[in-house]
Nanobody, 114 residues
């Protein structure tokens, strides 16, 4: 099983990016899909998560600016990030939980800077 994350990049403050993470291989009935981030010198933190049924959870720092969604048929999770701030700069990782197993993507860099 591999998780392939994409969509990161350099954006100015106030800009938008959309991250995608697609799973491949023998992974089924994915319950948890989430995005986490890790800034230099800081611990990895939850940004947003979504269950198979569509229930979502967001970090307080991104509520109202980020939206997580998923496509179960494509085994893909998305993170729409709007009104980006310099403090959103980090490596973003996707994570999936399925059948008691945990999978992580390789990370994609998001840099918010003028």
């Amino acid at each position: 099983v591999q998780l392939q994350a994409s969509g990161g990049g350099l954006v100015q403050p106030g800009g938008s990016l959309r991250l995608s993470c697609a799973a491949s291989g023998s992974i089924f009935m994915i319950n948890h899909m989430g995005w986490y981030r890790q800034a230099p010198g800081k611990q990895r933190e939850l940004v947003a998560a979504i269950t198979r049924g569509g229930s979502t959870n967001y970090a307080d720092s991104v509520k109202g600016r980020f939206t997580i969604s998923r496509d179960n048929a494509k085994k893909t999770v998305y993170l729409q990030m709007n009104s980006l701030k310099p403090e959103d700069t980090a490596v973003y990782y996707c994570r999936m939980l399925a059948s008691g197993n945990e999978y992580w993507g390789q990370g994609t860099q998001v840099t918010v800077s003028s």
